[in-house]
């Protein structure tokens, strides 16, 4: 059995591989699109950075929150003791909303762009 200490590890490097991909994302969409867009692309490639730092900031603070809720030496930890609880489901959401609006944001620039 793995030591609870391994559940947030895991946590925090799923969301850094995010953020990675979406800095990773930004930077290849910005190049293979400038010729289509223009170079005005790079300012939404820089918005996409800010993106993915946002996102390794926010996978390491919510790593840090698991750390502190499965920490076997403070049998303390639970609700209603005060101390820190699971981290909610808030970025999940935006995240998984803002990938859809993405998406179908890239389908419809592939549907509606006159073929070359």
Do not use: I, N
């Not at 808030?90 to 890239?106: E, F, K, S």
């Amino acid at each position: 059995m793995p030591p609870p200490g391994a559940q947030p590890e895991r946590t925090a490097l799923a969301w850094r591989r995010t953020a990675l991909s979406v800095a990773v994302g930004a930077l290849l969409a910005a190049r293979v699109l400038e010729p289509w867009a223009g170079p005005a692309v790079w300012l939404l490639a820089l918005a996409g950075l800010g993106a993915a730092v946002g996102l390794g900031v926010t996978g390491a603070r919510r790593a840090r929150r698991w750390a502190e809720v499965v920490d076997d030496a403070r049998p303390e930890v639970g609700p209603g003791s005060g101390t820190p609880t699971t981290p909610g489901g808030a970025p999940l959401a935006v995240t998984a909303v803002a990938v859809a609006l993405l998406g179908v944001a890239a389908l419809l620039a592939v549907l509606l762009h006159p073929p070359v």
